[in-house]
């Protein structure tokens, strides 16, 4: 059972990554882990079918109006403040499948993408006092791909992936509807107490691999955006997504490294009008993150080790920024409080790839002289 492993990185480039939504402030609202498709090509392997195993840990301080004002309500930039120190732990595993069945399409070869992901997470001080959680685990929500690529374009190192990925709503959601109105209800993406850790929508992803894959190199840029519904549960629409991951590794002999970066940022606003979202959200989007920008850089290092590859990248993030629809002045303190903020951390992942089955080669005929 012979395989490219090299090229199997391409199909090891997803996974979910969220927050508890349980708490009284809206964490990072996306659903596919930033930096998940470093390490990816455009690349294909054989056909057959293909097993990864991911893990990472995330490690993170919040950034944001509400981390400049001081722990408590009433802060010097208006409260309510939680100080530069309110901190995360997110540990994530990723089992997925890549099924290559050897069709073509328009010069394309497809592949099918399958992957489960488990979380767990833990909340620091002093955050975790307002009603959250301070830990949780459980099962994120599914994610389904159907890709195209095409490879070696016009004789050359250059290719192109393309397809649409789709965040399936079956992850653990625990504690019943939970609260129901005002500020306890704040957290839209899961509008319930208990250890959350699935979404109540449905979340698209379309995607687009550009790369040159030649003379050892892996120069690779992944493109893809969030597109989601409404939560089922409080009827809120978090904005869209848009992600951009990249690559530009050397491999020489069975290693391969160099670095990687990637940006995340929130493109389009909330959305909050509907009857029953207005019920559960009395001011609308109001104090929660409407925009956002992160930025990481690192780098992979990865070895071949015939069967199986293994390769671990490390990123942190130099850059976030987040703003949202300020509170109304006088609900949480006599200012107008923008609550928003987002993650400024440092991830660590890991990943295991390795071929499961290949069709036998077709049998060389006998000669006889």
Not at 179 to 199: D, E, K, Q, R, Y
Request: proline content about 7%.
């Amino acid at each position: 059972m012979k395989s490219n492993i090299k090229a199997l990185l391409a199909a090891a480039g997803v996974a979910a990554f969220a927050f508890s939504p349980a708490n009284a402030f809206e964490f990072a609202p996306e659903l596919q882990k930033a930096g998940i498709f470093i390490g990816s090509s455009a690349g294909v392997p054989p056909p057959g079918i293909y097993g990864f195993s991911q893990a990472f840990t995330f490690q993170t301080n919040w950034a944001g109006p509400i981390q400049n004002s001081a722990p408590g309500f009433g802060g010097p930039a208006g409260g309510p403040g939680v100080g530069n120190k309110q901190g995360e732990q997110v540990n994530v595993f990723i089992q997925g499948f890549l099924f290559v069945p050897g069709w073509t399409f328009l010069g394309a070869t497809y592949d099918f993408v399958v992957a489960q992901p488990f979380e767990t997470f833990a909340i620091g001080q002093p955050l975790s006092l307002l009603g959250a959680p301070d830990m949780g685990s459980g099962v994120h929500n599914t994610y389904f791909a159907n890709e195209l690529a095409w490879n070696k374009i016009g004789g050359t190192g250059f290719g192109i992936k393309t397809g649409l990925g789709m965040f399936a709503p079956t992850g653990t959601v625990q504690g019943g509807t939970g609260p129901s109105i005002g500020i306890a209800c704040l957290t839209h993406v899961g509008c319930n107490g208990g250890a959350n850790v699935g979404f109540h929508y449905w979340t698209f992803q379309p995607e687009l691999i550009l790369s040159y894959l030649g003379g050892g190199w892996n120069l690779s840029a992944a493109l893809y955006a969030e597109i989601n519904t409404a939560n089922r549960q409080d009827d809120y629409t978090t904005g869209d997504i848009f992600h951009a991951d990249f690559t530009a590794t050397y491999t020489t002999g069975k290693w391969t490294f160099g670095p990687v970066g990637y940006v995340v940022a929130q493109v389009s606003d909330d959305k909050c009008s509907s009857v029953t979202c207005l019920a559960l959200h009395p001011f609308g989007t109001a104090g929660f993150t409407q925009r956002y920008t992160i930025a990481a850089v690192g780098g992979l290092l990865e070895y071949n080790f015939g069967a199986a590859t293994v390769s671990i990248w490390g990123t942190q993030a130099v850059y976030a920024k987040a703003s949202g629809t300020p509170i109304p002045a006088g609900v949480l303190s006599p200012f107008a409080d923008d609550t928003s903020y987002i993650q400024k951390g440092s991830t660590i992942l890991a990943t295991l790839s390795y071929a499961i089955w290949n069709p036998p080669a077709p049998a060389t005929p006998m000669i006889h002289k």
